[in-house]
């Protein structure tokens, strides 16, 4: 029975989990707090990235992998000395970072934003001046689900937004007018075979993941652009497991927001709409098992439970409705579960989301 | 967040519990030993039927139910005193003797093998020579996967069976010359809705489940006969959960051979291959909420791993396999696992199977 220990315990992990035991693996979770989503499900949880506990209990394990990218970078560097750690702590440290994101993206050939650094608020100024308004302001570490994040637009906007991000090291980047998100999903396994998922469409509400649509209506080529910049990122990283790369159409291009060294919100709707899901793919690949194949059976949306859980038998009498709540409590903007539709076509698709977002 | 209680903890209620969760259902587990497939994903498991730690526990249940049928029907009584407790003790009673089992089918008009009772060695002759060879003699009650049951083609073999099967209540059945082996999992609601998976075709090896495919290749008029008879048994029992009947097809007609009042081995391919599986419609029943739709999405097929595991990467190169593993010691019959394989068509089911067969 191979032994995985996971970095952070929350929904991700908690799915994690389901996919693993199935095939046989013994995870161990490593959380911050004790009660994670995760935690009802692993065999052990331990609590804390650097207690000698958790560590202990880490490096018995066969792979450590995290489902959360926040987890200290020297953590993981220390972690790596007594066990194997997939993916690499280069792509969680890449990953951590958007200026080093938007610089691998650079180097790697693959478009994004145009983008300037600051470290001082007098660099800020300078970076909103070279990339001009309409620009977002992002601080370089710890931002999530719109948070760490301004939209600047004027000179008055502008000088709030140094003192309001916290004055620290921040990146500019221009707003980019989309035409829509779309993320892919990418996995590569340790002998280095890669698959992707179907692009999906996204669509946010208050800066969190509302819906995803899958496999999202594009050309061929579109998908063939998106799975050779994610084919780049995992290759540039030696990548093993899954890495969600999140775009931005604009004019018919792709340009490449930012990485998730991870299972990924946007990949939910594969636990029913695919072959394999992600999490499975996710732990075939840092165990070294086969890669399954990541087809859409049918189009699928997932829809996010934000802040408050719907009545389940609303939800539950719908055709093809399969719900998933993460065994957190309610709180304003939390993500407590998502909801996966089927349909055979993509007209009957809308008419289930539109069905789902009634009985929410 | 609903919590129910599950008599028995083995690799049904392991199911059962990977179906719970994404629901929000707080499992609770009693089995009679620790180390339990089913105990690594509960939130709670306690040992021992009539242990008062066992019964506190479920009596804080919203609702109990079971996954292995030889529950003590006198421990399920009491339990009724104080939680609601479904299926009904009724169809678990009937369930757990032949010789009732036989007799509800006889009222309630489903066609059956011809059988007679003994309860002494007199009786066990007589009831030899009414139904006449080849006969099988099986023990009224703890009978499974082929064990408690004997086949009789000769008086030599009859004399000798009455003491090889313990000297104990027994019921002899006319061996019937069947074409297939077929069984249909069947739902009820809490409120009498009704469905009914396809019906599956089985295959035996040494008396155990060996490989289910579904939806087995029937008339529409065979899946609504054996629709029928598993309606009057839900009917008959105000049945709520999972319900299974096996059947023999015998010159195009079916005959009743048994109920499982529970998740079924021959619906683990439900999992994957149809809308909703056993586990979360069973789930769904008990706790009051709508069932989900049980078509099938394509032909799909489950092969049970008996005895030893297979090298998992040798089935997980295989397209569309899915591995599902117990977390059970190897031990020669003892049922590890199964490996569900889906395809587009029956012919490519077939080649499916094969190669799961081959790299067993």
Redesign the interface.
């Known amino acids: 029975m191979m032994k995985v220990g996971v970095l952070g315990a929350g929904q991700l992990g908690?799915m994690l989990a389901?996919a693993g035991?199935?095939?046989?693996l013994d995870l161990v979770f490593v959380d911050p707090a004790p009660g994670s989503p995760a935690g009802?499900?692993a065999?052990q949880s331990v609590h804390g990235y650097d207690d000698p506990r958790a560590v202990a209990a880490l490096s018995t394990c066969d792979v450590v992998t995290y489902e959360f990218e926040n987890v200290p970078e020297k953590a993981v560097r220390q972690l790596e000395q007594s066990v194997r750690v997939m993916p690499s702590v280069e792509a969680l440290a890449v990953a951590q970072d958007r200026l080093r994101e938007k610089t691998t993206f650079h180097e790697l050939g693959i478009p994004s934003a145009r983008f300037a650094a600051a470290q001082t608020v007098g660099e800020f100024d300078a970076a909103v001046k070279q990339i001009g308004f309409p620009c977002v302001a992002k601080t370089r570490r710890l931002g999530y689900d719109g948070k760490g994040q301004m939209v600047l637009r004027s000179g008055r906007e502008a000088a709030a937004a140094w003192k309001a991000l916290g004055s620290t090291a921040l990146i500019v980047e221009q707003l980019v007018p989309f035409e829509r998100e779309l993320s892919i999903i990418a996995v590569r396994g340790r002998y280095g075979v890669t698959r992707f998922y179907p692009l999906v469409q996204n669509e946010h509400r208050n800066g969190i993941l509302h819906i995803s649509r899958a496999p999202a209506a594009v050309t061929p080529q579109l998908q063939a652009t998106a799975e050779d910049y994610a084919r780049r990122l995992l290759e540039r990283f030696t990548y093993v497991g899954v890495l969600t790369l999140e775009l931005f159409q604009v004019d018919g291009a792709l340009l490449a927001n930012e990485i998730a060294p991870r299972v990924h919100n946007s990949g939910h709707w594969t636990i029913e709409g695919a072959?394999t899901s992600q999490f499975e793919n996710h732990l075939?690949a840092v165990v070294?098992?086969?890669l399954?194949?990541t087809t859409a059976?049918c189009p699928s949306a997932m829809i996010n439970l934000i802040g408050e859980?719907p009545e389940?038998?609303r939800l539950?009498?719908l055709?093809?409705t399969?719900?998933?709540?993460y065994?957190k409590a309610a709180r304003p903007g939390r993500k407590l579960?998502h909801v996966t539709v089927?349909a055979p076509d993509a007209q009957r698709l809308e008419a289930s989301i539109a069905a789902v977002i009634a009985a929410l």
Chains 1, 2 share one sequence.
Request: glycine letters at 16%; a neutral charge.
């Open positions: 908690r389901l035991h199935p095939l046989g009802a499900l065999s072959v075939r070294g098992l086969p399954g194949e059976l859980i389940a038998s539950l009498e055709p093809d399969h719900l998933h709540l065994g579960g089927r």
